[in-house]
């Protein structure tokens, strides 16, 4: 079964700092971008942020660009995304995907996903 797993999320005051990973199981992610995702309440779904295969490009929504870092260890078969700086509208459900394609931050491609984590920031 292939799945994505996200962890990391919880509870930050604004500024504070949380890095979420994204750990695959039953398949291995040399072979895919991943990006990573957000739902806020009665928002649509972002893409903020993907990686390539080998981590040699990444790309950024204009929103975190600055604040949010993606990286990847394929030797641990996971994914990071380091987000500093946080602010109240970053607060959303947090998703991870994957896709056997370039580095995009369209959602309709993807067809990996995991099952989301929640960020909340708030004081």
């Known amino acids: 079964q292939l799945q994505l797993v996200e962890s990391g999320g919880g509870l930050v005051q604004p500024g504070g700092s949380l890095r979420l990973s994204c750990a695959a199981s039953?398949?291995?992610?040399?072979?895919?971008?991943i990006g990573w995702f957000r739902k806020a309440p009665g928002k649509e779904r972002e893409g903020i942020s993907c990686i390539s295969r080998t981590g040699g490009a990444t790309d950024y929504a204009g929103s975190v660009k600055g604040r949010f870092t993606v990286s990847r260890d394929n030797a641990k078969n996971t994914v990071y995304l380091e987000m500093n700086d946080l602010k109240l509208a970053d607060t959303a459900v947090y998703y991870c995907a994957a896709v056997e394609d370039l580095c995009m931050l369209w959602d309709y491609e993807y067809h990996i996903w995991g099952q989301g984590t929640q960020v909340t920031v708030s004081s």
């Open positions: 039953g398949f291995t992610i040399d072979y895919y971008t």
